[in-house]
């Protein structure tokens, strides 16, 4: 009975080593060590990385990336008049000219004002990322590497709608900062902000935080036609950030710092970055063609929530995807099959959850690109293909509801002259012209409906001027140039 009870002992004893064995050598090291947490169906919904080389430390991605991101100091030339006149900017916008000559306005030369941000650099031949908000109406720009070695730079091209700029030293190998692809970011996943705060005194700062959020717009829309998908960090931006890196725990580039959402002006938690992959498509047709080749879909609409699946009853049960409102008629989404109603849910396999979203992706499109998008449709799923477009349906172009195309915006006639209905995204809005704003002259002559608009437009040999009445009363005007 003994022997037996220590052969049964010994028995379980060797099993539990030879177990202990086989899992020391079969488990996973803890650098590969990973959990994947299941749903009572058994599906996947996550993947959890519980290696050891997860802990924080950056100091690779600092001290590579830091390398490649500048300081850039602005000079604006000011001026100033007494007696200021609206056609003074029209004038230098066609021309080139200043119309007082060395003069400068009636009122004399105000002393130049000085400004200041972050940039990257994205190529060893001297190609730089900035924002369009550091860079915009400098006179001169200087550029100084982390080397402290100071070069003057030039201005390449520039995207008010992303607020990218790209600016350029005679430099060449320089380091730079890889690109990385945005659309991978996780929430919660480390990441490093790198620029000079508050001037000069402080280049070369590097904050630590997560990524908050994605697909964020800004607060406090302005009218100005934007793209706006930002990556919400808790990462500590100031003013002077702008313009400078985010990079993951790589090194790698995943967006540009551009704005912090403040009521004292400075750093309170939040922080945005434009993503990469926008920046990317951004700065190549800025070098490749010299301006932003934008595709556009041709909807207008809102992110999906609880109140707009009640109010327009629609047949889905979460509160995702973009709902149409209206499609542009001639447009991608038109020529497509998009209906009025449907709610669009990817594009090639990206989700579209916001209206952020679905801008940021579409974006990353040239005119005349296809893709596959799908939508749902009274509560089906439903895949069409899209040939995306330039923006600009042909003028002269009838609406459903009655508007004409003109140069992106639809038109309809008003009393005393003729209504835009919608700016849309085209050349129009980028010259300045707004939703609701009321066209009386055209080249210096009066509209009273939308045919009038186009005519004139067509015989104009170079420039179109629009005077009129802002949707709040007030006098205004824009231009745009036929040959732009």
């Not at 995943?254 to 938690?269: L, P, R």
């Not at 002259?441 to 005519?455: L, S």
Request: net charge negative.
């Amino acid at each position: 009975m003994k022997k037996g009870f220590i052969t049964v002992l010994l028995s379980v004893l060797l099993s539990g080593l030879t177990a202990y064995a086989i899992v020391k050598t079969t488990a996973p090291a803890p650098s590969e060590s990973q959990q994947t947490v299941y749903t009572p169906d058994g599906q996947t919904v996550r993947t959890v990385n519980l290696s050891l080389s997860d802990y924080p430390d950056f100091t690779y991605a600092a001290e590579n990336a830091v390398e490649a991101v500048v300081y850039v100091k602005v000079t604006i030339q000011a001026r100033q008049s007494s007696t200021p006149s609206p056609m003074d900017d029209l004038f230098r916008y066609f021309f080139g000219e200043d119309p007082y000559g060395s003069r400068g306005y009636r009122g004399g030369q105000a002393p130049a004002r000085q400004g200041s941000g972050s940039g990257v650099i994205i190529r060893p031949d001297g190609y730089i990322v900035t924002n369009n908000h550091v860079v915009e109406n400098a006179s001169k720009i200087e550029v100084t590497l982390n080397n402290n070695k100071t070069y003057e730079a030039t201005v390449i091209g520039t995207d008010p709608a992303t607020d990218v700029a790209l600016i350029k030293i005679d430099a060449t190998g320089l380091p730079v900062v890889q690109f990385a692809d945005s659309d991978q970011l996780r929430l919660g996943e480390w990441v490093l902000a790198i620029g000079s705060p508050l001037g000069e005194e402080l280049r070369s700062t590097i904050t630590a935080g997560i990524v908050s959020a994605k697909g964020r717009s800004m607060p406090n829309y302005d009218g100005q036609f934007k793209i706006e998908s930002f990556i919400q960090t808790d990462a500590a931006v100031n003013p002077g950030n702008s313009g400078g890196a985010l990079v993951n725990k790589q090194g790698e580039l995943v967006g540009i710092n551009t704005a912090i959402v403040s009521t004292t002006g400075s750093y309170s938690g939040y922080s945005f970055a434009v993503p990469s992959n926008i920046v990317k498509k951004v700065v190549s047709d800025l070098i490749d063609f010299g301006s932003v080749k934008r595709a556009m879909l041709g909807i207008s609409g809102a992110t999906v929530t609880e109140e707009v699946i009640k109010s327009q009853k629609l047949s889905v049960t979460n509160p995702e995807g973009v709902y149409v409102a209206e499609v542009v008629k001639g447009g991608a989404a038109d020529k497509a099959g998009i209906k009025q109603g449907d709610v669009v849910v990817s594009i090639d396999g990206t989700k579209t959850a916001t209206m952020p979203e679905l801008q940021a992706k579409v974006n990353s499109y040239h005119p005349g690109d296809k893709a596959t998008v799908k939508l749902l449709r009274d509560g089906k799923d439903v895949e069409v293909s899209v040939a995306f477009t330039d923006g600009n349906i042909a003028d002269g172009t009838v609406g459903s509801d009655g508007t004409v195309a003109f140069y992106g915006a639809q038109l309809k006639a008003a009393d005393n002259g003729v209504l835009i209905v919608s700016a849309g995204n085209g050349k129009l809005a980028r010259a300045g012209g707004e939703d609701g704003f009321l066209i009386r002259f055209v080249n210096d002559q009066k509209v009273t409906k939308p045919q009038d608009v186009i005519d004139i437009a067509k015989k104009s040999k170079r420039s179109i001027f629009i005077e009129g009445v802002t949707a709040s009363g007030r006098p205004g005007y824009f231009g745009f140039g036929k040959d732009e």
